[in-house]
């Protein structure tokens, strides 16, 4: 996914990354490609793909090595949603600040967004009930992962429920929950 007449700015950068991810070059060429691959340069570049996985580092309990290894199972559904990296830098910040394993945190993103877009599942129908929108479109028109769990957040409130029963799976639910309520500050902080 690298321009060849970029290859060597990528590489340059994807060194930088070993070093300060304390990782070795294969890693961090993985973890970036990862999401290179999913979100194209045109969205975003190596050295913002890294900036944002450091980001991620600093505010969580994770390192470059877990993120490469489990950025598979989140970025293409989140890039093919229009859900920003930063949005799922931020969370993976949050969830793993919280002590949940890194591979497991992007389980969760995966099984959130996937119910989130798959018309008809429970976490689909609930955010359509409060949004008056599908999550895709709330997304396209500039809306992001954490002001559609508050939404949701504030409509489980007021339907009496909880938040993890607007999902069909444990691991979705628990993201919810992870992000919202008191994780609510972690998730802020993550995303500015």
């Known amino acids: 996914g690298v321009p060849k007449e970029n290859v060597f700015d990528f590489l340059g950068t994807a060194q930088k990354a070993a ?4 990782t070795n070059l294969e890693v961090a060429v993985d ?3 990862n999401v290179i691959n999913a979100y194209g340069t045109d969205v975003i ?3 913002e793909a890294s900036d944002k996985m450091f980001i991620a580092l600093k505010l969580g309990k994770t390192n470059f090595e877990q993120l490469s290894a489990a950025m598979f199972q989140v970025t293409p559904i989140a890039s093919s949603l229009g859900v920003s990296f930063n949005d799922v830098m931020a969370a993976t910040a949050a969830l793993t600040a919280q002590g949940t394993p890194t591979s497991v ?5 995966k099984a959130a967004l996937g119910e989130l877009t798959k018309e ?3 976490a689909d129908v609930a955010f359509r009930k409060v949004a008056n ?5 709330f997304i396209a028109e500039g809306g992001n992962l954490q002001q559609a769990l508050q939404l949701m957040e504030e409509g489980a409130k007021k339907s009496n429920i909880g938040l993890n029963d607007m999902f069909g799976s444990l691991e979705a639910g628990n993201m919810a929950l992870a992000l919202t309520g008191k994780g609510t500050d972690k998730f802020t902080e993550s995303m500015q």
């Not at 070093?19 to 304390?22: E, F, H, L, P």
């Open 31 to 33: 973890g970036i490609t």
């Open 133 to 137: 929108k599908s999550f895709k479109q």
């Open 45 to 47: 570049s190596a050295a």
């Open 120 to 122: 008809e599942t429970r």
């Open 105 to 109: 945190a992007m389980t969760q993103m």
């Open 19 to 22: 070093v300060g991810g304390v």
